[in-house]
Nanobody, 116 residues
Framework: QVQLVESGGDLVQPGGSLTLSCAAS????????MSWVRQAPGKELEWVSG????????YYRESVKGRFTIFRDNAKNMVYLEMHSLNSEDTALYYC?????????RGQGTQVTVSA
């Protein structure tokens, strides 16, 4: 069965950086686009970034452009989200998901908290 396991979330100060990782298994990883979505407390789930199956085409929501980088390693069935210049608006539970724009298939999430 499809399994997505996120890791790398942490408490970080404003302006800090984190890299999230997602280990995928149970499906043909290298034929699927992947994405990161997040859910802040009291808010709806929102798409953050997506990447095509080859890792060539990448997409970001406007608020993270220039700060976040999505990339993948198909040999390891991994997808990553490198995050810089974090601010309080980035505080959320981050999920890895199948599809460039996300899907109902997500992992359990990893918590990112940006606070002084």
């Amino acid at each position: 069965q499809v399994q997505l396991v996120e890791s790398g979330g942490d408490l970080v100060q404003p302006g800090g950086s984190l890299t999230l990782s997602c280990a995928a298994s149970g499906f043909s990883f290298d034929t699927n686009g992947m994405s990161w979505v997040r859910q802040a407390p009291g808010k709806e789930l929102e798409w953050v970034s997506g990447i095509d199956r080859d890792g060539v085409l990448v997409y970001y929501r406007e608020s993270v452009k220039g700060r976040f980088t999505i990339f993948r390693d198909n040999a390891k069935n991994m997808v990553y989200l490198e995050m810089h210049s974090l601010n309080s608006e980035d505080t959320a539970l981050y999920y890895c998901s199948t599809g460039i724009y996300g899907s109902s298939t997500r992992g359990q999430g990893t918590q990112v908290t940006v606070s002084a």
